[in-house]
């Protein structure tokens, strides 16, 4: 039977993509909840549970540009879905 319900974290992550906007990117979410929460949350954590939540429709993502930089890596960005919100 699938989860309706949000856990902490999710909660937390789905806010912070919120207040992101466009710029809703693995580090610049794991700034937003550092700044706003105190917590300090691990890369290995925030990106399953983002795909999770993308897998059950509340989120979307697409792959940006490359970083400016030489050697820049492209960004996957995250959008609240209409079911997200």
């Known amino acids: 039977m699938p989860r309706n ?3 902490e974290l999710e909660q937390v992550l789905m806010l912070a993509v919120l207040r992101l906007g466009g710029e809703a990117y693995g580090a610049a979410i794991r700034a ?10 691990t890369p290995g954590a925030i990106y399953p549970t983002l795909d999770r939540l993308e897998a059950r429709g ?4 697409h792959v940006g540009e490359p970083t400016a930089e030489r050697g820049g890596r492209a960004r996957r960005h995250f959008h609240i879905t209409p079911a997200g919100l």
């Open 5 to 7: 319900n949000l856990g």
């Open 32 to 41: 937003e909840i550092l700044d706003r929460t105190g917590r300090s949350i």
């Open 58 to 61: 509340l989120l979307r993502s």
